[in-house]
């Protein structure tokens, strides 16, 4: 398992994100894409659409089950990884970077604050 970035904040659904200013770019752990195996599809949000946070705002398909993503700050989809559509295994192989799955521009900074750190997140997943 790679290491789990500490730049990042975590929701208990395994989603990440990083905050660029009001900007969002959102993905999934390495734990879970690790639990899903090997990623065959990814169904991802429109550009425009907005979400809440806690709602589902994409799907991820692997060979052992589909997933719900979980948008974990609310705010407008304003970019998405079309990479990803493409080359769906990417989330295996890069969770933390190349895989991210899109951006969001986030409407209520305060959601932050129910979000995991690192520490908090490893500290879940090791329970």
Do not use: C, H, M, W
């Given at each position: 398992m790679s290491q789990i970035p500490d730049s990042l904040r975590y929701a208990a659904s395994h989603e990440w994100v990083r905050v660029d200013n009001d900007l969002g770019t959102v993905g999934i752990t390495d734990h879970?894409?690790?639990?899903?195996?090997?990623v065959v599809y990814v169904d991802l949000?429109?550009?425009?659409?907005r979400v809440k946070a806690g709602?589902?705002?994409?799907v991820v398909e692997s060979v052992k089950a589909?997933?719900?993503?979980?948008?974990?700050?609310?705010?407008?989809?304003?970019?998405?990884?079309?990479?990803?559509?493409?080359?769906?295994?990417l989330i295996n192989q890069d969770p933390y970077g190349a895989a991210w799955l899109?951006?969001?521009k986030i409407s209520d900074a305060t959601e932050l604050d129910q979000l995991k750190d690192a520490?908090?997140?490893?500290?879940?997943?090791?329970e």
């Open positions: 879970a894409q690790a639990e899903l195996s090997d949000p429109k550009v425009g659409v709602t589902v705002a994409a589909a997933s719900d993503i979980y948008a974990p700050v609310s705010g407008e989809v304003v970019e998405i990884n079309g990479e990803l559509v493409a080359k769906p295994e899109f951006r969001v520490a908090g997140y490893k500290a879940s997943i090791n």
